[in-house]
């Protein structure tokens, strides 16, 4: 037997780092508080221009990674390391703003301003595309214009516009979904680590099942929707949207079904209220099981 129950994060204050880079956005000064005003924005050394030159073909390592994982040798995590230092492309559109009124008192044509494209995910939640290629971008939005960023760039871009999914390269032959914690963790630039995966995670649990003495173990497995498909139907096994943890109660023999439940209630309770656990695990799934003996 088995329930689903999604986890959702508590509300969090983002990192300072996050704070000051999205405050930085559009200022009148760099990242280390010395004014544009004069500066010489020419030459190779500029960031602006990192991508004048660019194919707009996809990076080769993002590429193998995902290569790797849909042949079965790969993982999530080497697919989210091969983003930290990846260009990727995020959809923009114009969107009209409000009418302007002349000094005559007519309404003047409405301005446009260039927004980020999102979409929103099967379970509600809103979700970023981003796109390995422009030809992938156009394919999936004739009218969007694709714009260049470094991965976690646009993980910056998804976490400031309240997205908690990263889609990548949705609508093509592949499409891999980086949930929540990956998210912020490729925006704060610092390697992921699946749940199912995570040591940390795993002794989190361990401390959360103390004094329930018919409880034998919780083993950590990936959930239900850590696997995703390509476009022909084929299983990949990672890429997919949750739920991401599997938690297995393994129940000494005789545990009645009730004080089963009562125990997981108790114990999901006490997960739910740590920190921790919840900025770790984007959505979880719990199975209870008996022991053998």
Not at 134 to 153: C, N
Request: hydrophobic residues 40%; contains cysteine; proline residues 5%.
């Amino acid at each position: 037997m088995s329930t689903e129950q999604p986890e959702s994060a508590p509300k969090r204050h983002l990192p300072g780092h996050i704070v000051a880079a999205l405050a930085q956005a559009g200022s009148a000064a760099d990242s280390a508080g010395q004014s544009w005003e004069g500066r010489d924005l020419g030459g190779d050394g500029n960031p602006l221009h990192k991508f004048d030159k660019d194919d707009g073909l996809a990076d080769a390592e993002v590429v193998q990674a995902l290569a790797d994982l849909r042949g079965g040798v790969g993982s999530e995590a080497a697919v989210h390391k091969s983003l930290a230092n990846a260009r990727v492309f995020v959809a923009v559109i114009a969107q009209l703003g409000e009418e302007a009124m002349t000094e005559h008192g007519f309404a003047s044509d409405k301005e446009a301003d260039m927004a980020l494209v999102k979409i929103k995910a099967p379970d509600g939640r809103m979700a970023l595309p981003v796109f390995t290629t422009v030809e992938r971008l156009q394919a999936w939005h004739s009218e969007a214009r694709p714009v260049a960023v470094y991965a976690p760039r646009a993980a910056l871009s998804a976490v400031s516009e309240e997205c908690q999914l990263v889609v990548l390269d949705p609508g093509s032959d592949y499409t891999f979904v980086l949930r929540r914690p990956g998210v912020w963790n490729l925006a704060k630039q610092i390697d992921w680590t699946p749940s199912y995966l995570n040591q940390n995670v795993a002794d989190l649990v361990q401390e959360a099942t103390v004094g329930f003495e018919q409880l034998n173990t919780v083993q950590l497995a990936p959930g239900r929707g850590v696997g995703s498909r390509d476009s022909q139907g084929k299983p990949v096994s990672g890429g997919g949207s949750g739920p991401e943890l599997n938690l297995q109660f393994v129940f000494a023999a005789g545990t009645s079904e009730n004080d089963a439940r009562q125990i997981t209630s108790a114990i999901h309770g006490r997960l739910a209220q740590n920190t921790e656990f919840a900025e770790a695990v984007d959505s979880l799934e719990i199975s209870l099981l008996s022991s053998q003996t």
